[in-house]
T-cell receptor, first 116, second 115 residues
Framework: AQSVAQPEDQVNVAEGNPLTVKCTYS??????LFWYVQYPNRGLQFLLK??????LVKGSYGFEAEFNKSQTSFHLKKPSALVSDSALYFC??????????????FGIGTKLQVIP | DAGVIQSPRHEVTEMGQEVTLRCKPI?????LFWYRQTMMRGLELLIY????????DSGMPEDRFSAKMPNASFSTLKIQPSEPRDSAVYFC?????????????FGEGSRLTVL
């Protein structure tokens, strides 16, 4: 079974400081990895993805993430946090199951609070 | 494309009533997912379809829940009878699969309150 762990319920960071939101995953085979952001009373919005290739992927709003196969991690990072980055962040893994179909599993989410 | 469209956005009902949530995926997408979001359990996968066929419904909590996808442009999630513990935000998402695998596109969600 595939799973995603986001070990921190909440991350607090001062505006202008770098931020990291952690994610580890467990899956059979090659994973497709994603980060999404959710603002209050909205659906999830796609930030970035890793499918194959370069382990460092860049996405929307200055976010990036690094795929580390040996540590099965896909941490989200940003060099300089903005107050407007405050939101709920979800990591997700998509993998092919035994039937050849693609299942998408989300982590529980991490609340990012950027302090002015 | 207008994106994934869900209706209703808000539903308040009484325990025991039937609830039907609706979803129109993005045209051309071959995967459709239904998720439920609560504070306690986060985002739970209920069921997903590939080319209108249900693939995995192991996340459906009880027989009171059912989902259908009669065609490529429409899906429903039905709860009958509803209970207070079903109160949550229900999301529908669609995507491409196979060699074109990409991200999920989410609707704005249906907030269900069962009194």
């Amino acid at each position: 079974a595939q799973s995603v762990a986001q070990p921190e319920d909440q991350v607090n960071v001062a505006e202008g400081n770098p931020l990291t939101v952690k994610c580890t995953y467990s899956v059979s085979g090659n994973p497709y990895l994603f980060w999404y952001v959710q603002y209050p009373n909205r659906g999830l919005q796609f930030l970035l993805k890793y499918i194959t290739g370069d382990n460092l992927v860049k996405g929307s709003y200055g976010f990036e993430a690094e795929f580390n196969k040996s540590q099965t991690s896909f941490h989200l990072k940003k060099p300089s946090a903005l107050v407007s980055d405050s939101a709920l962040y979800f990591c997700a893994v998509r993998a092919v199951n035994s039937g050849g179909y693609q299942k998408v599993t989300f982590g529980i989410g991490t609340k990012l609070q950027v302090i002015p | 494309d207008a994106g994934v469209i869900q209706s209703p956005r808000h539903e308040v009902t009484e325990m025991g009533q039937e609830v039907t949530l609706r979803c129109k995926p993005i045209s051309g997408h071959d995967y459709l997912f239904w998720y439920r979001q609560t504070m306690m359990r986060g985002l739970e996968l209920l069921i997903y379809f590939n080319n209108n066929v249900p693939i995995d419904d192991s996340g459906m909590p009880e027989d009171r829940f059912s989902a259908k996808m009669p065609n490529a442009s429409f899906s429903t999630l039905k709860i009958q009878p509803s209970e207070p513990r079903d109160s949550a935000v229900y999301f529908c998402a669609s995507s491409l699969g196979g060699v074109n695998t990409g991200e999920l596109f989410f609707g704005e969600g249906s907030r269900l309150t069962v009194l």
